[in-house]
């Protein structure tokens, strides 16, 4: 029996779940998934992605949010795409600005610096353009984002990170943030310290040109789901710099121009 609209067994679709969900809760690595079916398709991957995030919903959890992936113009020629991909936010992965949070029970952890938005309407695609979701966006904060893909070596192709709900791992939103109007959220400077130094500075060009475009894409991408984007959603629009493993002891601290800053511990 074939689930809807994939090309994927329905049984195949839980079992792959069920592999990358027992890898999260017992922070072991697996091979990623086309090892074993190599014509994956991206339909089939946030199949699994869904029924990944259905187990975590069913113990309790929930969702806070979207995720954008693959944002950076050099990570998509990467991976050859011509857009980028979503997953969820989880009240799970959510940690309080300037908290900390155990290493363990994760893998091998990155951060990114990154700028969220929480919108004030609702965004539908298919056709969403950048003007109209910059004038959806209600506010900007600062962001972490901890990514800790289940796959050995942190190596993956497309299919296998969608599937694995885009790495998402843990996030930090700024305590504080602004509201959008009047920023000018293209060429917000952003500022990544590690322990103190810092380690990238970046702007929010690096987003797909501009974080509006960001959220515009996850409507547009939404829409083939016959979903929107409803007002009040947390989007992290995507990673500004690229992604520094962390270790215990680790501090990290984003600031973002204009905005604020968001910062974690590693315990």
């Given at each position: 029996?074939?689930?809807?609209?994939?090309?994927?067994?329905?049984?195949?679709?839980?079992?792959?779940a069920?592999?990358?969900?027992?890898?999260?809760r017992?922070?072991?690595?697996?091979?990623?998934?086309?090892?074993?079916?190599?014509?994956?398709?991206?339909?089939?991957?946030?199949?699994?992605?869904?029924?990944?995030?259905a187990?975590?919903?069913?113990?309790?959890?929930?969702?806070?949010?979207?995720?954008?992936?693959?944002?950076?113009?050099?990570?998509?020629?990467?991976?050859?795409?011509?857009?980028?991909?979503?997953?969820?936010?989880?009240?799970?992965?959510?940690?309080?600005?300037?908290?900390?949070?155990?290493?363990?029970?994760?893998?091998?952890?990155?951060?990114?610096?990154?700028?969220?938005?929480?919108?004030?309407?609702?965004l539908?695609?298919?056709?969403?353009?950048?003007?109209?979701?910059?004038?959806?966006?209600?506010?900007?904060?600062?962001?972490?984002?901890?990514?800790?893909?289940?796959?050995?070596?942190?190596?993956?192709?497309?299919?296998s990170?969608?599937?694995?709900?885009?790495?998402?791992?843990?996030?930090?939103?700024g305590?504080?943030?602004?509201?959008?109007?009047g920023?000018?959220?293209?060429?917000?400077?952003?500022?990544?310290e590690?322990?103190?130094?810092v380690?990238?500075?970046?702007?929010g060009?690096?987003?797909?040109?501009?974080?509006?475009?960001?959220?515009?894409?996850?409507?547009?991408m939404?829409?083939?789901?016959?979903?929107?984007?409803?007002?009040?959603?947390?989007?992290?629009?995507?990673?500004?710099?690229?992604?520094?493993?962390?270790?215990?002891?680790?501090?990290?601290?984003?600031?973002?121009?204009?905005?604020?800053?968001?910062?974690?511990?590693?315990?």
């Amino acid at each position: 029996m074939k689930s809807s609209g994939t090309g994927l067994a329905a049984a195949d679709i839980e079992r792959f779940a069920a592999l990358l969900d027992d890898a999260e809760r017992g922070a072991y690595e697996v091979d990623k998934i086309t090892d074993e079916a190599p014509q994956l398709s991206q339909e089939d991957a946030y199949a699994i992605q869904r029924a990944l995030i259905a187990r975590k919903l069913a113990r309790s959890d929930r969702i806070t949010g979207r995720k954008m992936g693959l944002t950076s113009p050099a990570k998509m020629r990467q991976m050859g795409v011509d857009k980028p991909i979503y997953g969820c936010l989880l009240a799970s992965g959510s940690v309080a600005d300037g908290a900390r949070t155990p290493t363990r029970g994760l893998i091998h952890p990155k951060v990114e610096a990154e700028i969220a938005v929480i919108t004030g309407r609702e965004l539908k695609g298919p056709h969403c353009s950048v003007a109209e979701a910059m004038a959806a966006i209600d506010f900007v904060f600062a962001a972490i984002e901890v990514i800790d893909s289940r796959y050995r070596d942190f190596r993956f192709d497309l299919p296998s990170v969608i599937a694995d709900n885009t790495s998402a791992a843990r996030y930090v939103i700024g305590a504080a943030g602004v509201r959008a109007a009047g920023l000018d959220l293209r060429h917000l400077g952003v500022v990544l310290e590690k322990n103190g130094d810092v380690i990238a500075t970046s702007a929010g060009a690096a987003v797909l040109g501009h974080p509006a475009a960001s959220l515009a894409a996850l409507a547009n991408m939404l829409a083939e789901e016959d979903e929107s984007v409803p007002a009040g959603t947390l989007v992290m629009t995507g990673g500004c710099t690229e992604a520094f493993a962390v270790k215990a002891g680790d501090h990290v601290r984003v600031t973002v121009q204009n905005v604020g800053a968001a910062a974690l511990t590693f315990e």
